[in-house]
């Protein structure tokens, strides 16, 4: 019998998936330093991104409920 895949926990506290399938993260470069960003540029990344393309296997291959 085949063993299932573990999930790497790390990636897993770091993606979604979307009902549809894709894989969101957040945007990096809002955890220290926030006095010198602008409040617009603080907004914009609060919102989640789709993974890119580029990107997409590698993180696939560390989430095996991500098809």
Same mark, same amino acid.
């Given at each position: 019998m085949k063993q299932k895949m573990k999930t $790497?926990? *790390? *990636?897993a506290k770091r993606f979604k998936v %979307?009902? %549809?399938g894709k894989i969101? $993260?957040?945007?990096a470069y809002k955890s220290h330093?926030?006095? +010198?960003k602008? %409040? +617009?540029? +603080?907004?914009n990344l609060r919102k989640a991104n789709v993974v890119d393309d580029s990107?997409? +296997?590698q993180v696939k291959r560390v989430l095996p409920y991500a098809k």
């Open positions: $790497k926990r *790390a *990636a %979307t009902g %549809t969101m $993260k957040m945007k330093i926030l006095n +010198k602008s %409040t +617009k540029r +603080k907004r990107n997409l +296997k």
